[in-house]
């Protein structure tokens, strides 16, 4: 009875701090998108980037105006539907959360919130913001949706830093972009999603691997040990100091 209350007691936590993360990050975001993106134009990547590249069409070519909420939250429901049959309902759940903030935010926040129109500073500062946004997202074992869906399940699944597989896929959706409004918008947008990856990468690192060499006297004990402590391979070399031609 004790240690189911405790469990509980720790998911609550554990389910808060998700909570926590996933409005900060969604509100980041957002304000990142009205301060940063729509200033320079441009398009962020991801189903957020596709998002926004499917309202400039809609005010281009359409003169229409397209809420980013229908939009964002109809992209990632099939992307959502797949993260809940591979990757985990509690990490679903929370995503979905987050982009339901997330574009609750970009709606209603104002929208003269412009700090600079330098493309490049919105380049670089917006791309950090953005990773920085992802980051604690992903802290809270949440993502801001879409690609992020498709990069957490290649690192569950198989263990990869997938963040430049997704570098590639926001690449090309950025090309069409450049297409359709013009290659400085969509270069830039290439500079902004690159800096918000390898900011990910910096601020995530849950799966990153470490490496430890231990020189000891001892190997079996030690060996014992590890093995009991951590329940992980563990490699053995053999070798002889040359200065006392000991093992």
């Avoid at 690609?147 to 430049?164: G, R």
């Avoid at 053999?238 to 006392?244: A, F, L």
Wanted: proline share 2%.
């Amino acid at each position: 009875m004790v240690y189911a209350k405790t469990k509980n007691r720790k998911q609550w936590v554990k389910d808060l701090i998700s909570f926590t993360s996933v409005v900060i990050a969604s509100f980041i975001m957002a304000l990142n998108i009205r301060t940063f993106v729509r200033a320079g134009d441009l398009f962020p990547g991801g189903f957020t980037g596709l998002t926004v590249l499917i309202q400039r069409i809609g005010e281009t070519f359409f003169n229409v105006t397209i809420p980013y909420t229908i939009v964002n939250v109809t992209l990632n429901a099939v992307p959502a539907y797949i993260s809940l049959k591979t990757i985990g309902k509690r990490f679903t759940i929370f995503s979905v959360i987050m982009i339901f903030l997330t574009s609750f935010f970009v709606d209603f926040l104002p929208s003269s919130l412009a700090i600079t129109s330098d493309r490049f500073l919105v380049a670089v500062f917006g791309g950090m913001i953005n990773g920085v946004a992802i980051g604690i997202a992903l802290y809270g074992r949440a993502s801001s949706g879409g690609t992020d869906f498709i990069a957490v399940y290649l690192t569950e699944k198989f263990n990869l830093n997938s963040w430049n597989v997704v570098l590639g896929i926001n690449a090309t959706m950025l090309t069409v972009a450049g297409l359709l409004f013009g290659w400085d918008a969509a270069l830039y947008s290439i500079v902004y999603q690159f800096i918000s990856t390898q900011m990910i990468r910096k601020v995530h690192q849950n799966n990153s691997r470490v490496t430890l060499h231990i020189i000891t006297s001892y190997p079996d004990e030690l060996q014992t040990a590890l093995l009991n402590f951590t329940h992980h391979g563990i490699t053995r070399f053999e070798g002889i100091g040359c200065y006392k031609n000991e093992a």
